[in-house]
C-alpha cells in the first residue's frame, strides 16, 4: 500500500529534517509510526498525502509514484491531521457537510451515524466547533478522516486531548477499520496506542528510522526473561524476581500465597529508548 524508499526533506537548505526514510506498509497493516516531538513524523505524513512537496527519495502509494496518482487518489485517503483542520464558526455538522461535499455520493458514510459512533455530544451539533472541547473536536476530526470510507487512513496523535474513555473508544474505531481491511498509517508518540493496535511499528528520531518490527518482537528480543513474584510467606509480603527457565521445577521458593506476577518484559517505550538513546516526549 505505501513504499518509501531514501525519503529526504528540508524545509531549510542548511537543515535537512527527514534523512533517507525506507520502509513499506502492507495493505490491511496497521503501521505505527513512532518518535519524539520534532523528529519528522507530521512531516513524513503530509508527504505521503500529497501536502509537502519537493522531497527525495520515491514514495509509491497503492501501487503508484505519488507524483503520478490521479486526480481521484484523495478520495481513497482519510486524513486526520495533527491539528484539527475545521472551520471553527461553522457547527460539527455543517463541517462534515462541506468536507463530505468533495467525495462522490457513493463513498460517503452517513455524519449523524458516524457522530454517534463517535460519541459526540448530540447538544454540540448545531454550536460553532469553538464551542467543543479537545476531545469533541477531535472526534469531528475522526468523523472527517473517516466520511469517505478511505483505503488508507493516515492519523496524526489520534488519541490526543481524549480522556480515557474516549482513548478506547477511538482505538475500538481504529480496530473496526482494520477489520474492513483499512489500512493504517498511525503517527504518535503514545506507546500505549502503539503496543495496541499496531501490527508493526517504525521508531524514528532526528529524521531517521532506527527500527522497524512487531511491537512484540521488540521487547521479546531484548526481553531480560525475568519475572516479578510478589507472595505472602508467614504472613508477610515479599517481592522475587528470578529467571524464567527456574519456574520449570516449580517456584523456587516457600510461600503461602501467590499474590501476582508479571513479566519484567521490556515496554515498548523501554525499547523506544534503547534504540534511539531517548525518551519519546
Ligand atoms: N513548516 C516548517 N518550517 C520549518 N521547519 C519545520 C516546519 N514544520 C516542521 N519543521 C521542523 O521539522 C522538524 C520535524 O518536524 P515534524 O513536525 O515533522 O516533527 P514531529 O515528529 O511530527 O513532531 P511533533 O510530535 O511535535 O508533532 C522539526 O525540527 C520542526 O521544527
Redesign the pocket.
Known amino acids: 500500500m505505501i513504499e518509501v524508499e531514501n525519503l529526504t526533506f528540508s ?2 537548505k542548511q537543515k535537512q ?1 527527514l534523512h533517507g526514510l525506507t520502509f513499506s506498509v502492507a495493505d490491511g497493516e496497521i503501521f505505527g509510526f513512532l ?10 505524513q503530509k508527504i505521503l498525502t500529497g501536502i509537502l512537496q519537493g522531497y527525495g527519495g520515491n514514495v509509491r502509494l497503492f501501487g503508484k509514484a505519488l507524483g503520478s496518482q490521479q486526480k481521484n487518489f484523495r478520495e481513497k485517503i482519510g486524513v486526520l491531521f ?1 491539528f484539527p483542520y475545521l472551520y471553527t464558526n461553522l457547527s460539527a455538522l455543517d463541517n462534515l457537510h462541506y468536507f463530505a461535499s468533495f467525495y462522490p455520493a457513493d463513498s460517503r458514510r452517513d455524519i449523524n451515524e458516524l457522530l454517534e459512533l463517535l460519541e459526540f455530544k448530540k447538544d454540540f451539533l448545531k454550536k460553532p466547533v469553538s464551542f467543543c472541547s479537545k476531545g469533541m473536536r477531535q472526534r469531528v476530526s475522526m468523523a472527517r478522516a473517516l466520511l469517505n470510507n478511505p483505503q488508507l487512513l493516515f492519523l496524526d ?1 489520534p488519541t490526543s486531548g481524549l480522556d480515557p474513555q474516549g482513548a478506547v473508544l477511538f482505538r475500538g474505531i481504529i480496530e473496526e477499520e482494520r477489520k474492513k481491511g483499512t489500512t493504517v498509517f498511525l ?1 504518535t ?1 503514545n506507546m500505549m496506542d502503539a503496543d495496541l493496535l499496531c501490527d508493526r511499528v517504525a521508531f ?1 528520531a532526528d ?1 531517521e528510522i532506527k527500527a522497524i518490527d512487531t511491537p512484540k518482537k521488540l521487547k521479546e528480543e531484548n526481553s531480560n526473561h525475568q519475572v516479578e513474584i510478589n507472595y505472602v510467606y508467614q504472613g508477610k509480603h515479599g517481592t522475587a524476581v528470578i529467571e524464567m527457565p527456574e519456574l520449570k521445577a516449580g517456584i523456587p521458593f516457600p510461600y503461602d500465597e501467590i499474590i501476582s506476577i508479571h513479566s519484567k518484559e521490556p515496554t515498548l517505550e523501554d525499547m523506544f529508548i534503547q534504540y534511539t538513546g531517548r525518551g519519546l516526549t
Open positions: 524545509y531549510q529534517t518518535g519524539p516531538n520534532g523528529s519528522g513524523k507530521s512531516t513524513t495533527e496523535e503517527t508518540h524514528i529524521g
